[in-house]
């Protein structure tokens, strides 16, 4: 039964990653809860996308700072794994700072937590260093 529900909550991501891939923010905005916890580790005032979202609000509001401040060249989640209600996600991405055109690239964590088939938390780990120089230029 736990290894249904592992892999039922790594379809879901997979299915997120695919809709942030195609666009699709209202999907991802769709498969939060109303008391979502998003957050990047860092400092918002080192970078905009860095800090706490909460409310499916606030997550939209994230992924419109991505296409305001990022240009995405690569994105991709690598290794998967599940227990209990979380999801973990090793992954790389790549990309351009629009502000000051400094590229930026790095491997990241992403941890997430399902509720009822939904993402009640999500917490990413990446080189928060690289997004703050390259945002100050």
């Known amino acids: 039964c736990s290894s249904d ?7 879901l991501i997979q299915d ?5 891939l195609r666009g699709n923010v209202g999907t991802i905005v769709a498969a939060v809860t109303p008391d979502v916890h998003w957050s990047v580790n860092g400092r918002e005032k ?3 996308l860095l800090g706490t979202f909460r409310g ?3 997550v939209e509001k994230f992924f ?3 296409s ?8 991709a989640p690598q290794e998967f794994h599940a ?3 979380k999801v973990f996600v090793h992954g790389r991405y790549a990309g351009t700072l629009r502000k000051t055109g400094r590229r930026i690239e790095s491997d990241w964590l992403h941890v997430f937590t399902i509720k009822g088939g939904k993402v009640s938390k999500f917490k990413e780990f990446s080189d928060t260093a690289q997004f703050a120089e390259g945002f100050r230029g």
Not at 5 to 11: K, M, P, R, T
């Open 5 to 11: 529900l592992a892999h039922a909550n790594v379809d």
């Open 16 to 20: 997120l990653y695919a809709a942030f």
């Open 46 to 48: 080192d970078f905009p």
């Open 56 to 58: 499916p609000r606030e």
């Open 64 to 66: 419109a700072l991505i």
């Open 68 to 75: 305001e401040h990022e240009q995405i060249t690569e994105f």
């Open 83 to 85: 227990t209990g209600d």
